[in-house]
């Protein structure tokens, strides 16, 4: 029996965390080592002519500073540096005789010009450096628009109680302002602080933590919302998605919050493009054979994703959905084991000795080894990392059935 556990997708996050680590590392060191040969390459460069040859070999100054301009701009730069620096030399040697001739207000000039160029080309240099290593970042544009307030200034810190906000913000460039979360919201792995659930938060907490906002999905009672309200904390109401198109919107309006209105639209858009065109390729790949029957399982009491929610609709782009039910609910959960699907999606809290008892002990999905087992807290409401979850379990139903098999990769950096 295959099994998608919690401490599975964690051991997955902290390979790939190790991996960016590593990366970053890779990037650091190169880039050290570029900036040393660099100022060891102006160093050298800086020191005063020792000899006569030097000297006329210097005069040459503006052929050098024109010469290191392209070579600036070249990726062999060094090589052309040298090169350069080994021909002047070179033609130094052989015109030393005829420099000599020259009347000195002649050779006077020459020295000045030699004393100046090695320096404007060290400086022009430096000055293209500096300016890989400090790019200034586009400020925020404000103000914007978040579920339905504007926003006049980037949030320094936000309060989620609801789960699918809190795996937007952890998946959005708001990740570094989110600063406590209900305990009902998955963390992965962060020590955020916990301000209550949804239905019973700690008001007096989250007054004290003074965040900029709030965001809820459940309505906080009328006394909380007016006491939250009155300490200056403006309270954001998140709706659940019920397509797609709902489901940008809330990437975007989060994003709103701390990279204002043009970045929080780029930021949803390429989210959206990427869900959308992984979901086309799917959607193509499984139209060349015979789709497998599926029930997602929320709970032991018949809450299954139909056909009318977002989950159902996500999910009939990778397996046939056959329940018959409405809003979350079918008639009964002996029907549902009755339908035998071949595939079954269940919470990691359900045992497969339940299962049995459920009535499921023998559908295809059992018996053939196709039960997964997901943390519901990552399908609270569907977000792309649920997107993700769902194509991963497709991947490993379907194996080499879909050629090239599709990645799913959903979140934008």
Not at 10 to 39: D, E, N, P, S
Not at 151 to 171: C, K, N, R, W, Y
Not at 173 to 183: F, G
Not at 366 to 388: P, T
């Amino acid at each position: 029996m295959k099994y998608v556990s919690p401490q599975t997708e964690k051991r997955k996050q902290r390979q790939r965390k190790r991996k960016k680590q590593l990366l970053l590392g890779i990037c650091l060191l190169a880039a050290i080592v570029v900036v040393a040969v660099a100022v060891i390459a102006f160093t050298g460069r800086d020191k005063p002519p020792q000899s006569s040859s030097e000297q006329n070999s210097i005069s040459s100054g503006t052929t050098i500073q024109e010469e290191s301009s392209s070579a600036a701009e070249n990726e062999d730069s060094s090589q052309e540096e040298n090169s350069s620096s080994e021909n002047v030399n070179s033609s130094a040697q052989d015109t030393s005789s005829q420099g000599n001739n020259t009347d000195s207000s002649s050779g006077k000039n020459e020295q000045q010009a030699a004393v100046v160029n090695p320096h404007l080309k060290n400086k022009s240099i430096i000055d293209k450096i500096k300016g890989i290593f400090s790019k200034e970042e586009i400020q925020p544009a404000f103000p914007a628009m978040s579920f339905g307030v504007q926003i006049d200034q980037a949030a320094d810190s936000i309060i989620s109680l609801s789960p699918l906000a809190t795996e937007v913000i952890l998946s959005s460039p708001s990740q570094h302002n989110l600063v406590a979360v209900s305990e009902y919201c998955n963390k992965r792995g962060n020590q955020f602080m916990t301000v209550g659930t949804p239905l019973i938060p700690k008001t007096d907490k989250i007054i004290q933590l003074a965040p900029d906002y709030l965001i809820v999905q459940t309505p906080l009672g009328e006394q909380d919302k007016i006491k939250i309200q009155q300490s200056g904390i403006t309270v954001l109401q998140l709706n659940a998605p019920k397509n797609l198109d709902d489901l940008k919107e809330i990437y975007r309006s989060v994003t709103a919050l701390t990279k204002g209105a043009q970045g929080a639209t780029d930021f949803s858009e390429r989210l959206y493009s990427d869900l959308e065109g992984k979901l086309s390729l799917y959607k193509a790949a499984l139209s060349q054979i015979s789709k497998k029957s599926a029930v997602m399982l929320f709970n032991s009491y018949g809450m299954v994703a139909t056909a009318d929610t977002f989950e159902g609709e996500i999910l009939s782009a990778f397996f046939d959905i056959t329940i018959e039910g409405k809003n979350y609910f079918a008639e009964n959960i002996e029907k549902i084991a009755a339908s035998d699907p071949q595939v079954l999606i269940v919470p990691d809290f359900i045992t497969a000795s339940q299962l049995e008892q459920l009535g499921f002990g023998q559908t295809k999905a059992y018996l053939d080894g196709n039960v997964y087992y997901v943390n519901m807290q990552d399908f609270e409401n569907i977000s792309a990392k649920s997107i993700k979850i769902l194509a991963g379990i497709a991947n490993s139903v379907y194996g080499d059935s879909i050629q090239p098999v599709p990645t799913a990769s959903p979140e934008a950096e």
